[in-house]
């Protein structure tokens, strides 16, 4: 199937509007689903993006007290390091469990669970005695985390395909896309005033927040009549299925990628930023949130050009900018550049995340018919089990010199560019889609 192009004209965006397209080239989604004509509410898009953004709070909000933690627990760093290691590949294994019960017993009740879970394991962080039992709070929070994220991802796919569902994402990157931003300022700063517990203590009232949220305002995606029973021999098919398509295989492995380049990116710079620039922990926690912005204006970015260019077009753009920005970054530490320089090529290198990432994960659902919680689940699974991956090697590389945790971050973009190079263009599909039957209705995003 490849990536699919819609007509121009069967999509119009204004602001936060989305264009819910059904397109027969993509098949029923995930047999019968949603239907495409049904309006997507703006409490759901906003729910939903105060869920994606609950994740990159818990990852970068504490970044600024790695120091202190190690300090506080006389932890050596790379015990500590497994705050972040530890949450990101609960994070991302966890998904492959989560993804067939969402599929098996609905959307609503697992995602209320899980935002359960992650309020929990942030209350049981901040209490913690012990650098033990803060890994296991972050644990907590990654099994909640896990629930969450598979849910988000597979709830856009039970009302949208296509660049419908590109649309509709770069939209939820776009509003939650100001947790990169803000999280590590407000980080640094409660830190700094209030000591690195607290920061867990906002993470659980975020999370509750967010759980009531939830529970007020979003109702059930995926009706009883479209559910897969839970058993072991269909969850292993469905997976070997979705393993065996080029069309899921290939943006999968494009936007895993992309993820290792960001973990890079966060597993080394607060090592880089604060140890071999100088920065205290506030500061580290603006520059920080400076790239961050990046990749929001990235996906703003994407928002607009779904509308006008072919998603495989799109990814691929976006991941050379990613590219180039860390190679600029390659170049600026090892001559020994200021840190204005290097912080500029990684912010275009988050940039270029920003404008793919919709892009390939559209690609990669829109490719589903079916047990969508399950893909929902393998792309997660990929990014966050692979970022921790990526976190290990970036602090192990940011100890020895910046040039080769820049590097790191530049081969990983690489890799994406090479993979996203393999995915078909529309061009490529088959006789099939010349002209396919489009129905499209506007809906109110936000």
């Not at 999509?11 to 397109?23: G, K, M, P, Q, S």
């Not at 960001?262 to 500061?283: C, K």
């Amino acid at each position: 199937m490849g990536c699919v192009k819609v007509p121009h004209n069967s999509i119009r965006a204004y602001h936060f509007e989305v264009i819910v397209v059904a397109d027969s080239r993509l098949g029923p989604p995930s047999l019968g689903h949603t239907p495409m004509t049904h309006t997507i509410p703006r409490s759901f898009t906003l729910t939903t993006a105060a869920i994606v953004a609950l994740l990159p709070f818990a990852a970068d909000m504490y970044l600024s007290s790695l120091p202190a933690i190690s300090a506080d627990f006389s932890a050596p760093v790379w015990v500590t390091q497994l705050t972040l290691t530890g949450f990101l590949l609960v994070l991302g294994l966890g998904q492959l469990v989560a993804g067939p019960i969402t599929d098996a017993v609905g959307r609503r009740r697992p995602l209320l669970f899980g935002l359960g879970l992650f309020t929990a394991g942030s209350l049981l962080a901040a209490l913690a005695p012990s650098i033990g039992v803060l890994v296991a709070g972050r644990v907590v929070q990654g099994v909640g985390g896990a629930l969450a994220v598979v849910i988000a991802n597979s709830s856009v796919r039970d009302r949208a395909v296509g660049q419908a569902a590109t649309r509709l994402y770069a939209v939820l990157m776009t509003v939650a896309g100001l947790a990169p931003v803000v999280a590590p300022a407000a980080g640094g700063a409660i830190e700094q005033n209030f000591g690195w517990r607290s920061v867990f203590v906002v993470l659980g009232l975020l999370g509750a927040l967010v759980a009531a949220s939830v529970a007020y305002f979003q109702d059930e995606s995926l009706p009883p009549e479209n559910r897969t029973p839970l058993a072991a021999a269909p969850i292993r098919s469905a997976y070997r299925e979705l393993l065996r398509s080029p069309d899921f295989v290939r943006p999968l492995a494009a936007i895993s990628a992309l993820f290792m380049m960001l973990f890079a990116y966060i597993g080394g710079a607060s090592y880089v930023y604060q140890d071999r620039y100088g920065l205290d922990p506030a500061t580290f926690g603006l520059v920080f949130g400076a790239t961050g912005m990046a990749f929001l204006l990235g996906a703003v970015a994407a928002h607009r050009l779904a509308a006008s260019i072919e998603i495989r077009r799109q990814s691929l753009d976006g991941g050379c900018i990613a590219l180039a920005g860390a190679l600029l970054a390659v170049v600026a530490t090892g001559v020994n550049a200021p840190l204005p320089v290097v912080v500029s090529g990684m912010a275009v290198s988050l940039f270029g995340l920003g404008v793919a990432e919709p892009a390939l994960m559209s690609c990669c659902m829109s490719s589903v018919r079916s047990s969508t919680g399950s893909a929902a689940a393998l792309i997660g699974a990929s990014q966050y089990g692979l970022g921790a991956v990526a976190t290990v090697a970036a602090g192990f590389l940011a100890s020895g010199t910046p040039a080769m945790w820049a590097a790191l971050v530049a081969a990983f973009a690489l890799v994406s560019v090479l993979i996203t190079r393999q995915i078909p263009s529309a061009a490529a599909i088959g006789d099939g889609h010349a002209e396919a039957g489009v129905s499209a209705t506007a809906v109110s995003a936000g």
